[in-house]
């Protein structure tokens, strides 16, 4: 198995970046497919962003596309969401995720195995 910590959250105004980071040990990193998801208070957990095994295919939510760009290392078994330009409606926690064989279907949570504990993202305007 792997265990996912993220970092890297934090309050900010809109139009502002932040740069979220998932460190993984455990298991070899590159067997898995990675995401980023989020929840909103009130809110079902959502798919952000996703990056394929070799880091060759990457994958966005509408929401942020051309704003947030997702990668990975795999040396350093880490992969970085960043975020820009955000938005008051970019609140929520962040999770970072690992699944054996997530692709083709990237944005469904229930494909991911392993979660990360979160990181809260909070932009104000």
């Known amino acids: 198995q792997v265990q996912l910590v993220e970092s890297g959250g934090g309050s900010v105004q809109a139009e502002e970046s932040l740069r979220l980071s998932c460190a993984a040990s455990?298991?070899?990193?590159?067997?898995?497919?990675m995401g980023w998801f989020r929840q909103a208070p009130g809110k079902e957990r959502e798919f952000v962003a996703a990056?394929?095994?070799?880091?060759?295919?990457?994958y966005y939510s509408d929401s942020v596309k051309g704003r947030f760009a997702i990668s990975r290392d795999n040396a350093k078994r880490t992969v970085v969401l960043q975020m820009n330009s955000l938005k008051p409606e970019d609140t929520a926690v962040y999770y970072c995720?690992?699944?054996?064989?997530?692709?083709?279907?990237?944005?469904?949570?229930?494909?991911?195995?392993?979660w990360g504990q979160g990181t809260q993202v909070t932009v104000s305007s």
């Open positions: 455990g298991r070899s990193f590159s067997i898995y497919d």
């Open positions: 990056i394929s095994k070799s880091g060759g295919r990457t």
């Open positions: 995720a690992a699944g054996v064989d997530a692709g083709p279907f990237y944005n469904n949570a229930r494909l991911y195995n392993y």
